[in-house]
């Protein structure tokens, strides 16, 4: 197995770009540079080399930075091949796998859509890289995409390994998880997280990587089947809810409110 390990730099106001870099070597990969200068102040500091950008969808806070890092670092670019971002080199469709470079292990491209039409994750080993699909203890809204696709693509993400770390976009956990509790107030793994990333986010710290156990035991939209959720959700809407997708709809037009 190729070995690489992973490093957030933030940008804008919440969102995170990851850089996976290769073990024995200076070579990165760059995930959804939505603002170019920290991500190369970064780079230049630690005397790195990009090798490729990664794009998950076409939204502004993951696709502004990328000509201007091109003014400095000359690398592919590779996005989902199905959404509008003119500084993509290398079109993806979902595919088994993808070789970007000989010091990275392939990634498996995976359609992700819901929070836009065209969504991709990407798969490396055991990391996953979901952009704005699966938040830790959330989800995106729909910028593009349907209740059914989202909830599709979660499902899918469910059917990993457990072990799998989470890299999604955004510092949202605790207030995510603050939602989480409202839903289910007598699940004592919410409260349990809830007090110790607050903690985390006291000390200037991130939240992530999660990883899908914890998200399992947490996160709400994707315990769309649980009774105290299907409860939760009917108990908002004030009507039963007929299956699993009714019950997914309900929560992310509650968190949209929330």
């Known amino acids: 197995m190729t070995k690489f390990s992973v490093q957030a730099v933030s940008t804008l106001k919440d969102n995170y770009v990851w850089l996976i870099h290769a073990e024995n070597s200076a070579h990165v990969i760059v995930i959804d540079p939505g603002d170019e200068k920290p991500v190369i102040q970064a780079i ?19 696709v502004d930075g990328i000509e201007p890092f091109l003014e400095h670092f000359k690398v ?36 992700v859509p819901g929070h836009t039409n065209g ?27 349907t209740y059914s696709q989202l909830l599709n693509s979660l499902k899918y993400i469910c ?10 976009a955004h510092e949202y956990t605790v207030n995510n998880l603050r939602f989480s509790l409202v839903v289910e107030p007598g699940n004592h793994e919410v409260q349990q997280r809830l007090e110790y990333v607050e903690k985390l986010r006291t000390e200037s710290k991130i939240t992530l990587p999660s990883t899908l156990e914890i998200e399992l035991a947490t996160n709400p939209f994707l315990r769309c089947q649980e009774p105290s959720v299907v409860s939760a959700a009917e108990q ?23």
């Open 76 to 111: 592919p670019v590779y996005g989902p091949a199905n959404e509008s971002i003119p500084a993509v080199t290398n079109p993806l469709l979902p595919s088994d796998n993808l070789s970007i470079h000989g010091d990275f292990p392939s990634c498996q491209v995976i359609a």
């Open 119 to 145: 969504h991709l994750a990407y798969l490396f080993d055991d990391s996953l890289f979901c952009g704005d699909t699966l938040f830790s203890a959330g989800c995106g809204r729909l910028l593009g995409g």
């Open 236 to 258: 908002y809407i004030s009507h039963s809810l007929v299956n699993e997708l009714a019950v997914f709809t309900v929560l992310r037009q509650w968190k949209d409110n929330f």
């Open 159 to 168: 059917s990993l390994p457990l072990k799998t770390k989470i890299y999604c």
């Open 44 to 62: 230049q500091h630690q005397e790195l080399i990009p090798v490729a950008i990664i794009i998950t969808h076409h939204h502004y806070d993951h």
